[in-house]
């Protein structure tokens, strides 16, 4: 009968041993210190007996095949860490030679310990010639006494145990901390500086071009299509559309032959999908659907090039929020809806493998999960949440993580691996970011990065024809201001602190102090209550939407406790009992309530949607906005309807004064603060602005002596792709 041959217990080179029973690498007796990994690796090299081991082999060892790892990375550590316990260089190898392109080997003789397997577990000696050991008589050893070996393997038992608790727990945070001092070496170069406003990068295949759309008002009304390559300052423009043609959100095809875009147009038939060859040349329609976006990329093609992820208004539903997620197939140009279970989608996404279809999930803006659909099976997980919002999302060329930015409309580059849900790590660098893109080949990460310059203004009402002044800006942005009972002072919200934070300043703008420091995504729409003595604010600090008090001299704000959940944009009645609001936002279904200026039990007033309740002059009604219409709702919630004759709103910045409402509007391409006379329903323009309002602005409070009116206006808004280099 055969008998087997005796397993290996420890081996011997040079002055190096290494036991395997407990997993110890000794120098002359003196204990070294190593990790499972390359011990592992140590234990593979010797076994190779002098013969080259790959580094595929290594993997495969060292790792299960379901496990999300960067292999090339922990191959090189594990190397690298096995190298400086035996003292070795890759130059000058003393133990491991670097076969290039290969693997690894090791080149000194290795003198083997085996256990027989005996009762007395006798041990042999067997010595190795390298490269390949021959075959000699075993040296015999004594046998150890008992004792010792039974604590050798309660010893070997416990090392094994604390080895499998807290490798995991280790390796992680080694991972970690390696990735975040390699991305720390990479720097930020800006690939685009065309004026105006560039935005939706998308990389070739190769990842040597680039497509973007370009707009510049002063020099092109459209907003059109553009390549250029990489390191070259030269641009061609791929479409020629005519004012106020919109061509948004190119998506470059697997195969490199293709650009498909989204365009929206005032004729149906020139709105659609389309394709285009990044050469020039003729468009080709491949859907009538008119693409839906809120915020990122709204295009990305599967792996194979036979289908196409883009966004679209479910025709099913009723509400203008709703952006369904579709697949459109390139052979037979059906579309059909992916089930995500959500309202609102954003950001489509393949993997570069073609195992995964992700994307953000918007239906509630303080806390925005991001999805992954297994295609192989259609299973949906979750992979994490941000309580900032998604502005941008893209995989990583191995497609096992995904780069995502905060905020909407800008903010910090954050990643998360697959194999780390709900662990996101922030980037070393970018700001003001959105718009991801990533080449899988290239070793490319492009993003958009947006200067917005919006500052606070004042108007003269008592002389129109005057120019209007800039009282509170920065190089930031500035919004929602409202004048103090007694007219001295404005509160008013601004980042130029990193983050939207509560302020008041004078009058004039000069002395302002901050008073909040939440550093949420949205801290603002700060209101004087009518004695001063409060300022009423909102934040969605804690990824959940609140109403906070503070005092306009400083000191910590407190929350406002109210019964109901998901609350903001308060204003004060005149009388300064009660504190109007609106619930449900962040959930897309606006509501208007009221609740007791000290907190309690809140009322609804309004049964349509609403946004900006403010009261009436005379604290009859509340006015607010619904559909780009004024309505007002008596303060008992009685008589809800719309203001008669007031014309559709453009952007939510209105306020009503005596007898009258202020309000933004406009025509030809020029933006107007307009006063609408309850009484004769006529309106007449107050001033005409250089610039466009912000989206969101707050209103257009009046001083309390009527004297002056402030508004907001967007001073610069430009963009630009900024490039990061030898990404991985």
Not at 313 to 336: K, M, Q, Y
Not at 486 to 511: H, K, M, P
Not at 613 to 626: I, N, Q, T
Not at 627 to 634: A, F, K, Y
Request: charged share 20%; glycine share 8%.
């Amino acid at each position: 009968m055969a008998t087997s041959r005796p397993r290996p217990v420890s081996a011997r080179f040079g002055q190096f041993e290494v036991d395997f029973s407990c997993n110890e690498l000794r120098n002359d007796g003196a204990r070294v210190p190593v990790q499972e990994k390359p011990l592992h690796l140590l234990r593979l090299l010797l076994e190779s007996e002098g013969k080259v081991v790959s580094r595929e082999q290594l993997r495969d060892a060292l790792w299960p095949a379901d496990t999300f790892v960067d292999f090339e990375h922990g191959v090189n550590v594990a190397i690298r860490k096995l190298r400086q316990a035996l003292n070795d260089s890759p130059d000058s190898p003393k133990f491991i030679e670097t076969i290039p392109k290969l693997g690894y080997r090791f080149i000194v003789p290795v003198e083997w310990i085996r256990d027989t397997g005996h009762t007395e577990r006798l041990h042999v000696v067997v010595p190795m010639v390298r490269p390949h050991p021959g075959s000699e008589e075993p040296v015999l050893r004594p046998p150890e006494p008992l004792w010792r070996k039974r604590r050798a393997t309660i010893v070997v038992a416990a090392c094994m145990v604390v080895t499998v608790l807290l490798f995991p727990w280790v390796w992680s945070r080694v991972e970690r901390i390696w990735r975040l001092n390699e991305l720390r070496q990479l720097t930020v170069v800006p690939l685009t500086t065309l004026p105006g406003r560039i935005w939706s990068p998308s990389f070739s295949p190769d990842g040597n071009q680039i497509a973007f759309v370009w707009h510049n008002e002063d020099l092109v009304p459209s907003t059109d299509l553009y390549v250029k390559e990489i390191g070259n300052d030269t641009s061609l423009r791929l479409t020629h559309g005519a004012n106020g043609v919109y061509t948004v959100r190119p998506a470059w095809s697997p195969d490199g032959k293709n650009i498909a875009f989204c365009r929206w147009a005032p004729s149906p038939t020139e709105s659609g999908i389309f394709l285009i060859s990044p050469l020039g040349g003729p468009e080709r329609k491949i859907s009538s659907t008119t693409c839906a976006e809120e915020f990122g990329h709204i295009l990305s093609w599967s792996v194979d090039g036979k289908q196409l992820a883009f966004l679209h208004h479910p025709a099913a539903s009723t509400s203008e929020d709703a952006i369904g997620l579709f697949l459109l197939s390139l052979s037979s140009s059906t579309e059909t809806q992916v089930k995500t279970n959500c309202n609102t989608v954003q950001t489509p996404a393949f993997s570069p493998r073609g195992d995964y279809l992700a994307w953000a999930c918007d239906d509630n803006l303080s806390s925005v999960p991001i999805y992954l659909q297994r295609l192989s099976d259609g299973k949906v997980t979750e992979l994490m949440r941000s309580m900032q919002g998604v502005g941008g999302l893209a995989w990583s060329g191995d497609g096992r993580r995904i780069v995502f930015s905060t905020g909407f409309t800008g903010g910090d580059l954050w990643e998360v691996a697959l194999a780390r849900p709900n662990q996101p790590d922030k980037l070393p660098f970018g700001h003001d970011a959105e718009d991801l893109a990533i080449s899988l080949r290239g070793r490319r990460l492009a993003y958009k990065q947006t200067h917005r310059n919006v500052n606070i203004w004042r108007v003269d009402l008592a002389n129109p024809q005057a120019p209007a002044q800039k009282i509170v800006a920065s190089s930031r942005e500035q919004a929602a201001p409202d004048y103090s009972p007694d007219g001295t002072r404005i509160a008013f919200q601004s980042n130029r602190s990193g983050n939207s934070e509560v302020w008041v300043s004078d009058s004039d703008g000069s002395n302002p102090m901050q008073l909040s420091s939440f550093g949420a995504m949205t801290t603002g729409t700060p209101r004087w209550s009518p004695d001063g003595k409060w300022i009423a604010f909102d934040s969605r600090v804690g990824g959940e939407a609140n109403i906070y008090l503070v005092d306009p001299h400083g000191g910590v704000p407190k929350k406002l406790d109210v019964d109901v959940r998901g609350n903001s944009v308060p204003s004060w009645s005149h009388d300064g009992k009660w504190i109007y609001f609106v619930n449900g936002e962040d959930t897309r279904q606006p509501s208007i309530w009221k609740v007791p200026s000290g907190g309690g039990h809140a009322i609804q007033l309004a049964k349509h949607q609403g946004r900006v309740p403010l009261e009436s002059p005379d604290g009859r009604c509340v006015y607010f906005s619904h559909d780009g219409q004024l309505w007002q709702v008596n303060t008992d919630g009685a008589e809800e309807q719309t203001v008669e004759g007031f014309p559709s709103l453009g952007v939510d910045g209105w306020s009503p004064w005596r007898q009258g409402i202020y309000f933004f509007g406009g025509e030809n391409g020029k933006s107007e603060i307009r006063f609408f006379d309850l009484n004769s329903k006529k309106v007449r323009t107050i001033l005409v602005m250089d610039k466009f309002p912000s989206n969101w602005n707050g209103g257009l409070p009046v001083s309390p002596d009527g004297r002056w009116l402030l508004f907001t206006q967007v001073d610069d808004l430009s963009s630009d792709i900024m490039l990061v280099e030898n990404w991985h």
